[in-house]
């Protein structure tokens, strides 16, 4: 039997503020509202192909609004 992981992506209203980085990212998964901010297309759910959008849709959040299947490191500088 095989093992199937459900990613799910999830935009939290409080705290976006239009930054429409995920959106950039990923429009895929996520939609504008006619205010600017984001919300998830469907229930959320990330297909395989899409993980990697997620996570980048994630830690490129400004605002910490967008949460999903791992929190990477975010790394400053360079
Ligand atoms: Fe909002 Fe962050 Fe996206 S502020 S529009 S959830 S990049």
Same mark, same amino acid.
Do not use: W
């Given at each position: ?7 799910? /992506? ?30 998830? &297309? ?23 609004? /967008?949460?999903?299947? &791992? ?8």
């Amino acid at each position: 039997m095989s093992e199937q992981r459900k990613l799910k /992506v999830h935009v939290d209203a409080q705290r976006c503020q239009g930054h429409n980085r995920c959106y950039a990212i990923a429009p895929e998964l996520f939609e504008i509202d006619n205010l600017g901010n984001a919300k998830t &297309r469907g229930d959320g759910s990330v297909p395989a192909r899409l993980e990697e959008k997620a996570r980048l849709a994630v830690n490129n959040c400004p605002e910490h609004a /967008v949460r999903g299947p &791992r929190q990477l490191p975010v790394v400053f500088g360079g």
